[in-house]
């Protein structure tokens, strides 16, 4: 498997020169996953699956070792991140991120403001989660080659930080190149990340992309208008599976992530309750994390 990491430059241009500097002489861009930054507190970096503390020599296990991120260290990331206006990025900033070229989310905390009920806008930034997006060709080869045979509903399951997204965007290259039609949900612009209409990571020959849309309204037009073999999309939720129902009806199979540990734990949320027993999917991947990096495939129905 062929291991790409795309984004540094990104990274570096979000980042104190400090912590830039460390990161380029010091570590390898494909092993970090994550950068959290919180204003008065140590830096820490998710390196090769484990998270350590960044410190001028490199990473340690050590706190006392680490960077200290200044007082307004997450709003300077957050508006070099929107490029000075806040404005643009209002509604992602609601739902807890903001979209950075080559494929990074930085997730984002800080005070809300409402206007009754409704969240209007978020100020006072406290923190951020800076996850950097992977290529590792092949990750999801034993899938692919399962889809390429029956093209059938999957779900794949993982806790966030063990590689979904990352399996999925192989899968749906795979699955592309094989001349398969692939409509791609990237409704937080990290699977493409598109730019100016074009796929700065590699999801294959044969996918249409649409970005920044939810996946009901995108499994609506594109059923409707692209003819796609298969829809795929991260992070699934209950509200959409409707439209996978629809999708199914029509002959179209759909891929989508969701936030499990695996089956037994998906079946534990009410939202999902009855998804496995009710066939809606044919295909379960679990993903397991660092330190080992495995997937287990259960198949479902006929």
Known sequence: MRHKHNGMEELFRLIPDEYATVIKMRLLGDKISELRIRNLAPVRICYGGVYYYLTPSGISKYRSEAFVASANAAENIVMRACEHSLYAVTETLKKGYVTVAGGIRVGVCGSGVMTGNVLTAVKEFSSVNIRLPHEIKGCSSALASRLSAKLKNTLILA???????????????????????????????????????????DVGVCTDVVSGIDKAKVMEIGIANMRPDVIIADELMSGDLRSIEHAATCGIAVVATVHAKDEHDLKGKREFEGVVADKLFHYCAVLSGAPDFGMRITEYGT
């Open 159 to 201: 806790p966030p930080g063990c590689g979904k997204t990352t399996v999925l965007r192989d899968l749906c290259r795979q699955l592309s190149d094989r001349n398969i039609n692939v409509l791609l949900c990237d409704e937080r612009y990290e699977i493409a990340a598109s730019m100016h209409g074009i796929p700065t990571l």
